[in-house]
């Protein structure tokens, strides 16, 4: 994002108030990438028995595998060296463990 592209509303003395909450906040006015992720499972049942049952289970969390950015560093354009600087990622890669289960 561009720092120059935002500027600091003027202070709505008009009214009494001296913050810019009137006029859609302070300096942190830019947010950071969305957040989006998908579980799944599976699950199957067997019976073998009236006391012995078994279960296998497949899960999938983060099941589309998207990357997720990690939040700016700065969001503060008055300070423009590092804004909206995005240095890593939030959550992890798709993981599926396979899990078989008995009961007794």
């Known amino acids: 994002m561009n ?5 600091t ?3 709505a003395t008009t ?3 001296t913050d810019y909450s009137v006029l859609g ?3 942190d006015q830019a947010r950071g990438p969305n957040c989006a992720n998908l579980d ?3 699950f199957k049942n067997f019976t073998f ?3 012995w049952r078994a279960q296998l289970r497949i899960e999938a969390f983060n099941a589309l ?3 997720e950015f990690g939040q700016p560093g700065s969001l ?3 300070t423009p060296t590092n804004f909206s600087t995005i240095t890593g990622l939030r959550g992890s890669p798709r993981i599926s463990p396979i899990v078989g289960k008995i009961f007794f």
């Open 3 to 7: 720092p120059a592209a935002f500027a």
């Open 9 to 11: 509303p003027r202070v």
């Open 15 to 17: 009214v009494g108030q």
């Open 25 to 27: 906040g302070g300096p």
């Open 40 to 42: 799944a499972s599976l």
């Open 49 to 51: 028995t009236e006391t």
């Open 65 to 67: 595998n998207m990357t």
């Open 76 to 78: 503060n354009y008055t």
